[in-house]
């Protein structure tokens, strides 16, 4: 319990400290290669012209990070529907993250960031000793360039803010017609 109250204040600290380190709307989001929960190498090449929502959470299987994937899995057919894939970003090790998918059926991607590169880049975290990325999520759409920045985060409720961000914003992410 001491230890999660101690993640929670670096992480409040941390998010008051960054909120204008985060990145805003119409900004390239900048280039990124990282590992995934099956070990695979992931890079915002791969996702060129397609829009994609990455999410920052602390660590895996703790309660708000289960609770805003959680919201995210139960909503991955609308994001689907609107041609968005969702991407989670911690410093877990591969290992971990694959725990977490497995245990919670995830149906998307966890990837890894253990040199905090890409975090320190984009605002979630301060520098390469910080213990857990900061809570912060970026809509970024089909030109690479970030749409909508979410640097306040109720895990929760995120998914659904997301979805209506999109709905709002019909440019940010092409909308599919089912197969038939």
């Given amino acids: 319990m001491r230890s999660l109250l101690a993640v929670v204040s670096i992480v409040l600290l941390a998010s008051a400290?960054?909120?204008?380190?985060?990145?805003?709307?119409?900004?390239?989001?900048?280039?990124?290669?990282?590992?995934?929960?099956?070990?695979?190498t992931v890079a915002s090449h791969d996702l060129a012209g397609k829009p994609y929502l990455l999410w920052f959470y602390p660590k895996a299987m703790t309660p708000g990070c289960t609770a805003e994937g959680d919201a995210l899995r139960d909503q991955f057919a609308a994001f689907q529907a609107r041609g968005v894939e969702i991407l989670g970003v911690s410093f877990d090790a591969p290992a971990e993250n694959a725990t977490f998918v497995r245990e919670r059926g995830f149906p998307f991607r966890l990837l890894s960031d253990r040199d905090r590169k890409l975090a320190r880049a984009v605002g979630a975290a301060a520098d390469p000793s910080q213990p857990v990325a900061r809570r912060i999520s970026y809509l970024v759409g089909t030109d690479g360039k970030v749409v909508k920045t979410y640097p306040q985060v109720t895990p929760a409720t995120h998914a659904q803010e997301v979805l209506g961000d999109l709905a709002a914003t019909p440019q940010a992410a092409p909308t599919r017609s089912p197969v038939r």
């Fill in 17 to 40: 400290a960054h909120a204008r380190d985060v990145l805003q709307p119409g900004t390239v989001f900048p280039a990124w290669k990282l590992t995934d929960h099956t070990g695979a």
